[in-house]
């Protein structure tokens, strides 16, 4: 709770501080108050949980993710001062934005009633809608902000409609309520849930871009700014995933296995699709879109076995997409901090003789995102298939086979950057005065190597 | 208070052509009303169940629907106004920047 209120509060700040001449300090400020957050967030979890009126719980589960989250935007906040350069006179605005999004990020995975999740999931959409159009002159930019608005809506008018047919059927949006009615509900008015179970589940699956419903996705990450490319594909959807999987815990008992076969074969959809159509892609970003897709595909994979365990599984896969995706973005925005360019592979030819630093931080997030061992994203799916094996073997080997077609298009930028001769008229050379940009992506280093040598340190 | 189904059958043909409204037109404004129309339709749904169940909650989430649209429009008005300034149109269709 102190969380949510000192984010909402430091969001405030950062609106006014853009408007009083305080923009220089708001990057540094915005990193000591997300430190402080997640400080506030470990204190308070040592008292056990917290229950606000049954509408938000505070408990361990949304704990981990609210962690997630907060560390994820703390590592894209470093960067934020050369990041946001496009558009120096509002970035008390876009760093604003960014704290409502995480208070969203609260409600949305410790909402413990239906009015919760809704508000959560809109508290989250709509200043991301303002991010993604933040570069007001690239009409690029214009257009990502425009698809993901009307996709955003859009997918809210299915969350809304299948919240009503719940009520309907349950009379109630307290979730505890509907898990003690289901077994009535599913007898009196079984049409009602099954509809408005499905309606929720297309929900969520356009908001984490999940098959098929994921075609918003590639544009709005092509064309928005890097460093909210980056917000999205990590914060927003671990936020996405945490809300999908307690929306799951919850309604297991109204869930039958006709509900698990849709997102079994969404998860073997979105995983071969994902990787297919990235190997084609010749745009960076684009490619990186794709990815985040597939990995959507492979936490599906360990949504489908509800135990103990999935909480903690489900966790460490996203630290590991997480810290990786953060690195590779970070690298992007070293090698093109001019906005106005494209991002094609050719940016990282010869990079290897240009840059070694950013070349090797580079390929060792590229291999764990495509899951070599020793690193985090190998044993992040070793577990997911791990546990996914004994009931469905035949989604394993799907997801096998797709592992072995990521790592082509991965290694298509290692090659690039190794091999390749640099070509003088389309790359720009890495700026050395970014130094935030540089320490982010050592701290991604550091951190990928620790938790792929030591999984244990993170405390799963 | 006519039968429930009534209500839902209504709300269930609204939510529909504002569905087929998002899918087919290319104005943008146009678009703008169709996601009003689909979160109209379910604010007609929930109204009609509270009613039927003598239940204020549901009534009371219609209120936060009509905020939460009431911002997503301002959101969506400033983005066609931005879309306006740089093509002069508010036509979807020449967004097609972002292909290979």
Known sequence: MKTLVLLFISGIFSLFGGIFGLKKILPLFATVALATALGYLF???????????????????????????????????????????????????????????????????????????FLGIEIVSIPLYVMVGSNRNNLRSNEAALKYFIMGAFATGFLLFGMALIYGATRSFDLDVIRSFSATALQTSPTYVSIGLLFITVAFAFKIAAAPFHYWSPDVYQGSPTLVTAFMATVVKTAGLGAFLKFIIYLSPMLGSD??????????????????????????????????????????????????????????????????????????????????????FAMFNGLGKRSPIIAVILT????????????????AKFSIFKQAISDHLWLVLVAICSSAISIYYYFRAITAMFFNKPDETIIAQPTDKNIAGYVVISITFVALLLIGVFPQIIGL | MPPIDHYIWLSSILFSI???????????????????????????????????????????????????????????????????????????SLLDKLKQ
């Open chain 1, 259 to 344: 509900w698990y076969l849709i997102i079994a074969i969404m998860s073997a959809a979105t995983m071969l699709f994902a990787n297919i159509v990235a190997v084609m892609q010749d745009d960076f970003k684009r490619m990186m879109a794709y990815s985040s897709i597939s990995h959507v595909g492979y936490v599906l994979m360990a949504l489908l076995t509800v135990n103990k365990e999935t909480q903690s599984i489900v966790a460490f896969y996203l630290i590991a997409y997480s810290l990786a995706t953060i690195g590779i973005f970070a690298c992007v925005l070293l090698l093109n901090p001019d906005h106005n360019k494209g991002n094609g």
């Open chain 1, 364 to 379: 060792i997030c590229l291999l764990s995102l495509s899951g070599i061992p020793p690193l985090p994203g190998f044993f």
């Open chain 1, 43 to 117: 204190y308070d979890s040592n008292y056990g949980l917290e229950n606000l009126q049954n509408m938000l719980i505070f408990d361990n589960y949304s704990t981990t993710f609210i962690a997630i989250a907060i560390g994820s935007t703390l590592l894209i906040t470093l960067m934020s001062a050369k990041g946001y350069s496009y558009n120096p006179e509002s970035i008390g605005d876009i760093i604003g934005l960014m704290f409502f999004v995480l208070c969203g990020v609260v409600c949305m995975v410790s909402f413990n009633n239906m009015v919760m999740l």
């Open chain 2, 18 to 92: 504002g569905v087929i409204g998002v899918l087919i037109r290319r104005n943008g404004i146009v678009l703008l009303m169709c996601v009003e129309l689909m979160l109209n339709a379910v604010n007609l749904l929930f109204t009609a169940f509270a009613t039927n169940f003598q239940d204020s909650a549901g009534q009371v989430f219609v209120f936060f629907i009509m905020v939460v649209a009431a911002a997503e429009v301002a959101v969506g008005l400033a983005i066609l106004v931005m879309i306006y300034r740089n093509t002069k149109s508010v036509d979807i």
